[in-house]
């Protein structure tokens, strides 16, 4: 049993060899298999992909709030403070952020913050939001 196993082995080998010794430059041809014949493998590896994407998104969103509580608890009050000026900073990082989240699309950023998409316009023009 065991001396028809190694001339089994023996043989595939001998195959592969001859299959790899052809010519360097030869084309190799990869291809995905379609998702049915893969069992939809290739289809749920994108479904991942895209899943970890969005939460990375929602996590830096994240950061950016806790960032911004953070500075807003640095803030010494006994020295005062310009309340104006700080709730600009603050309208300026929420706006850029929903800009950012909305890829530019004023209407849809408007939404997210709940505002109408002309008061988002005019704070935009009056805080000279670039994005």
Same mark, same amino acid.
């Given at each position: 049993?065991?001396?028809?196993?190694?001339?089994?082995?023996?043989?595939?080998?001998?195959?592969?060899?001859?299959?790899?010794?052809?010519?360097?430059?030869?084309?190799?041809?990869?291809?995905?298999?379609?998702?049915? =014949?893969?069992?939809?493998?290739?289809?749920? *590896?994108?479904? !991942? /992909?895209?899943?970890?994407?969005?939460?990375? #998104?929602?996590? +830096?969103?994240?950061?950016?709030?806790?960032?911004?509580?953070?500075?807003?608890?640095?803030?010494?009050?006994?020295?005062?403070?310009?309340?104006?000026? =700080?709730?600009?900073?603050?309208?300026?990082? *929420?706006?850029? !952020? /929903?800009?950012?989240?909305?890829?530019?699309? #004023?209407?849809? +950023?408007?939404?997210?913050?709940?505002?109408?998409?002309?008061?988002?316009?005019?704070?935009?023009?009056?805080?000279?939001?670039?994005?």
């Amino acid at each position: 049993m065991a001396v028809n196993r190694a001339a089994l082995v023996e043989t595939i080998n001998r195959r592969r060899n001859k299959d790899t010794s052809g010519s360097p430059t030869k084309a190799v041809n990869l291809r995905l298999a379609p998702a049915e =014949e893969s069992g939809g493998r290739v289809r749920r *590896l994108v479904d !991942l /992909a895209s899943s970890l994407m969005r939460e990375a #998104q929602v996590l +830096a969103r994240d950061k950016a709030f806790a960032d911004e509580s953070a500075s807003l608890q640095t803030l010494d009050l006994a020295k005062g403070i310009d309340f104006y000026d =700080e709730v600009q900073r603050f309208e300026t990082a *929420l706006i850029k !952020l /929903a800009l950012e989240q909305a890829e530019g699309n #004023q209407a849809r +950023a408007a939404r997210l913050l709940g505002l109408r998409a002309t008061t988002l316009n005019s704070k935009i023009k009056v805080y000279d939001i670039q994005y």
